[in-house]
T-cell receptor, first 112, second 111 residues
Framework: NAGVTQTPKFQVLKTGQSMTLQCAQDMNHNSMYWYRQDPGMGLRLIYYSASEGTTDKGEVPNGYNVSRLNKREFSLRLESAAPSQTSVYFC???????????FGSGTRLTVV | GENVEQHPSTLSVQEGDSAVIKCTYSDSASNYFPWYKQELGKRPQLIIDIRSNVGEKKDQRIAVTLNKTAKHFSLHITETQPEDSAVYFCATNFGNEKLTFGTGTRLTIIP
């Protein structure tokens, strides 16, 4: 039981490049989330998926897109990376009958 | 709007003393209040949570208290130890399926 798995762990992009952050959970959770963490700003929600087939914007969605590929996988795509997207990205999931999140180990992204 | 304020942003306490971190929230629809601990370079991990029908919950050295009237909840850590040094985040759900987090408190335990 791996929990929530994120790949890659580290990534450096040049401005304008694109990439997809992958997230998969093996706990049969319904809901999945993408947050970014910046110093002094806590964790801010980018997008979430309350169930397979649905996605919704969070607090800071601009510059990102998501895909809920199936119940296990929820990916985050940066189409044209900008230095302001330099951050640590966390994926999280939770079951339908509980609010407690399980987080992945994070992806540290640097855009130069 | 959905806002969570967390104080203080940094806190240093002597080993063995108690630490208290407080959060206030803006919407009375909130019914779930978790606390997460994040060690340096690691993922946030849930350490304790409380629902709106309970005023206090304890788990060994940590406790959470909730005052729904005043819209605030607090994390209490007693008999602090060096391994308690970390960043702590409060959060709440504002009655929906997503969590909004506070900005974090960096707790340092001084040996």
């Amino acid at each position: 039981n791996a929990g929530v798995t994120q790949t890659p762990k580290f990534q450096v992009l040049k401005t304008g490049q694109s990439m997809t952050l992958q997230c998969a959970q093996d706990m049969n959770h319904n809901s999945m989330y993408w947050y970014r963490q910046d110093p002094g700003m806590g964790l801010r929600l980018i997008y979430y998926s309350a169930s397979e087939g649905t996605t919704d914007k969070g607090e800071v969605p601009n510059g990102y897109n998501v895909s809920r590929l199936n119940k296990r996988e929820f990916s985050l795509r940066l189409e044209s990376a900008a230095p302001s997207q330099t951050s640590v990205y966390f994926c999280a999931s939770r079951p339908g009958d509980s609010y407690g999140y399980t987080f992945g180990s994070g992806t540290r992204l640097t855009v130069v | 709007g959905e806002n969570v304020e967390q104080h203080p942003s940094t806190l240093s306490v002597q080993e063995g003393d108690s630490a208290v971190i407080k959060c206030t929230y803006s919407d009375s629809a909130s019914n779930y209040f978790p606390w997460y601990k994040q060690e340096l370079g690691k993922r946030p991990q849930l350490i304790i949570d409380i629902r709106s029908n309970v005023g206090e919950k304890k788990d060994q050295r940590i406790a959470v208290t909730l005052n729904k009237t005043a819209k605030h909840f607090s994390l209490h850590i007693t008999e602090t130890q060096p391994e308690d040094s970390a960043v702590y985040f409060c959060a709440t759900n504002f009655g929906n399926e997503k969590l909004t987090f506070g900005t974090g408190t960096r707790l340092t335990i001084i040996p």
